[in-house]
């Protein structure tokens, strides 16, 4: 099993997610991440369970401002 820290480019590219988003998640809903100098790095496992807990979902105000998808 990998047990490296992984960049903000990384969580972003996995969960298919802008870096701006996961810079949101962890300021504001409290996804695990750590500093590093200057850098966040963040462990997957953490992730995933930050994701599997609900962490990801979003709220009525996100929402509100989110595109809606057009079919």
């Known amino acids: 099993m990998e047990d490296r820290w992984h960049s903000v480019d990384e969580i ?17 809903k409290g996804m695990l991440g750590h500093k590093v100098g200057r850098f966040w790095k963040f462990k997957r496992r953490d992730v995933d369970d930050w994701v599997r807990a609900g962490g990801a979902e979003s709220s009525a105000s996100e929402s509100k401002t989110a595109p809606k998808d057009r079919d």
């Open 12 to 28: 972003a590219d996995y969960l298919g997610v802008s870096k701006d988003r996961v810079y949101a998640w962890v300021t504001q």
